[in-house]
């Protein structure tokens, strides 16, 4: 397994990384939109915003991969939620730690913001992302469309501040 890359907190001047990725995960998808002018608005409306934090994976200079977080209140969890609203990495770096290392970055900082809980869903055929999220703890809490939506939870431990 390569480890020579590294997972770091995207700032605002990676719109256009952002973008290029996003692109590349709606083609992997096989889905015509949201265009790459709406991936690009959305991104540094995003990037602007407190309760969102996206974090890039790269080997060398090369973007490799990213997850996108996001932060809110939940009465469900009795404080602060965050959601992994996207993971992806590019099909040539899958298997090399990448999916797996962005997810650790992200509890961190849902650990790191006092949250309580991490959520996330996925299709039931991404049998690599399942395995990753898992073995960090993740449970599967509900199933849509005859299981093939997957939706997972990860409390997280408390400190007392």
Known sequence: MQADFIVRVAERSDVETLTTLIVNFRDFLGRD???ES????SMVAQLRNTEVQAFIAFRGDIPIGYALVLFRYSHWANGLEATVNDLFVRENERGTGVGRQL???????????GCRLVTLSTNEMNVASNRIYESLGFSCYSTLWRGKQVYYRLPLPQTDA
């Open 38 to 41: 709406d991936i690009r608005a």
């Open 103 to 113: 997810i650790v970055q992200a509890l961190t900082a849902s650990t790191s913001r």
């Open 33 to 35: 939109g949201p265009t």
